[in-house]
């Protein structure tokens, strides 16, 4: 583990849609800077992802300076949505949890609306301090997260989706492979472990950052997802029920919660602290 460090950085500034790659980031309590404060939810205030809307993949949200976004998709035009000034708040349900944000404006509902074909509404999370406290099971006091699933950061590694993909090979979708790591759509990407040494990690340091390592992360259908087409197949759902099933969750990555703030750059020494 003498020369793992930090591979590439993901941002994702509405939940589900296209991640940005960055040379560095801010590390705030509830996730990178920028991550997941903002999402969509349909009529009954449930979240909207790839999930329910695969074509997510394909739209863009560039984060603006302000906090704003910049939506966008191929042959829509795009429009841009500042901040939502916090005149009062809306509920949303967030996998069962109920969670406060703000409603952008109109027009940010009428451009995501037009580009699913269904009625949708883009909510922000103006104070990601106090809305959504982590799983209790799992939290220390205060702890909370953005948008995100369950946890502020999620980290893969280079070696583990090597090792899967060479499992997918195997398989009866072989023709699916090899996977890219865009299908797991993690904040941070390991190079230089062992394949499935996150398994047994503890507490790390990327840089001078420290996480805690809560538990791993048990994926979903959006794997399955094409993210420059849209598409589903069968992987990597299929090989992982067979070979990184733990309980009952199919396992790949793991979820990070931050101890310390502080700034990640590509590159910076990855230590493993227990």
């Known amino acids: 583990m003498g020369n793992a460090e930090l591979h ?3 941002v994702h500034p509405v939940k589900a849609l296209r991640s940005q790659s960055r040379r560095e980031a801010v590390v705030e309590p509830w996730g990178l800077a920028g991550d997941r404060r903002w999402v969509l939810i349909d009529d009954e205030g449930k979240v909207v992802t790839q999930r329910q809307q695969p074509r997510l993949a394909l739209a863009t949200a560039e984060l603006l300076s302000d906090g ?3 939506l966008s998709a191929a042959g829509r035009a795009p429009v841009t949505v500042p901040v939502p000034v916090p ?3 809306t509920m949303l349900d967030i996998f069962g949890r109920k969670v406060e944000g703000v409603l952008a404006d109109s027009a940010a509902h009428e451009w995501c609306s037009a580009y ?3 009625e949708v509404r883009l909510v922000h999370m103006d104070d990601p301090a106090k809305r959504r406290p982590l799983d209790p099971e799992f939290a220390r006091p205060g702890e909370t997260v953005s948008f995100a699933d369950e946890f502020p950061l999620l980290v893969t590694a280079l070696a583990s989706l090597d090792a899967l993909n ?4 195997q398989g009866d979708h072989a023709a699916e492979g090899p996977l890219p790591m865009n299908r797991f759509r993690p904040n941070l990407v390991l190079a230089g ?9 503890s507490r790390i340091a990327i840089g001078d950052v420290t996480f805690r390592v809560p538990k791993m992360c048990g994926r ?3 794997t399955t997802t094409d993210q420059s087409t849209a598409q589903r197949g069968k992987e990597p759902l299929r090989t992982l029920g067979r070979h990184r099933r733990f309980g009952s969750q199919l396992v790949f990555g793991q979820n990070l919660v931050p101890e310390s703030p502080g700034t990640v750059r590509v590159g910076d020494p990855v230590t493993i602290l227990g």
């Open 116 to 118: 699913l074909g269904v």
């Open 68 to 70: 704003g976004i910049r």
């Open 8 to 10: 590439s950085i993901h």
């Open 220 to 222: 979903c259908v959006v």
């Open 193 to 201: 472990t062992t394949a499935w040494a996150e398994d047994g990690w």
């Open 166 to 169: 060479s499992l997918v090979e």
């Open 87 to 89: 005149a009062g708040t």
